[in-house]
């Protein structure tokens, strides 16, 4: 017997919730399925000329959410589910950024993304016998806030409305809001407002 594909909205409770994505259930199989809807709007957005609005289109059909008209989103893009992404009113994403959004990813007006940004939500669990299980944790990115090129960002983290995290950084903690940070791992340098 095949397995239950969950609506979007259930997935989204669940992933708030701190629900695992354990190897066989109803939740990971809908991630495949969603996946791999996920996959061929992708693949038509990065893999051919789109104007502005018509990425925006696909982007929207991608995170099943309307995104703002003055939202400018840069293909390349990736991700692996697409659905529980949330973005504020003129975000701007960079090229190559990933996305791993199945824990949720939001990300307030006025913040931009550099080029290879990485938002990871999900870990897994350190026990051999469990570590297929994925454990999520949402990322939450404020509002003015500005990510330089080839940041990573961990499961789970907040980073506070007009803070700068400089390129090449790995935030593996929360950053409050007004701050300066930088480095791997990323440290909070000092208030900037």
């Known amino acids: ?81 697409g659905k529980n992404i949330k973005l504020g009113k003129k975000v701007f994403i960079n090229t190559c950024c990933h996305f791993q959004d199945n824990g949720g990813i939001e990300i307030g007006d006025n913040t931009m993304l550099g080029s290879n940004v990485t938002i990871v939500t999900l870990n897994h669990d350190f026990a051999p016998e469990k570590r297929c299980n994925a454990m999520p944790k949402p990322v939450k990115i404020g509002k003015n806030v500005w990510i330089g090129a080839n940041v990573t960002i961990l499961p789970g983290i907040s980073i506070g409305d007009n803070s700068i995290i400089g390129a090449a950084s790995v935030v593996t903690k929360d950053v409050p809001a007004n701050t300066l940070a930088y480095g791997v791992p990323c440290r909070n340098i000092r208030k900037i407002c």
Do not use: W
């Open 1 to 81: 017997m095949g397995k239950k594909i969950l609506s979007i909205p259930q997935i989204r409770a669940l992933m708030k919730k701190g629900t695992p994505m354990i190897f066989g259930t109803d939740l990971l199989q809908s991630f495949y399925e969603y996946g791999q809807e996920a996959l061929k709007i992708m693949m038509e957005m990065n893999n051919k000329y789109h104007t502005p609005e018509e990425v925006r289109e696909l982007f929207s059909k991608l995170i099943a959410r309307k995104v703002n008209k003055d939202c400018l989103i840069l293909p390349p893009f990736y991700t692996e589910f």
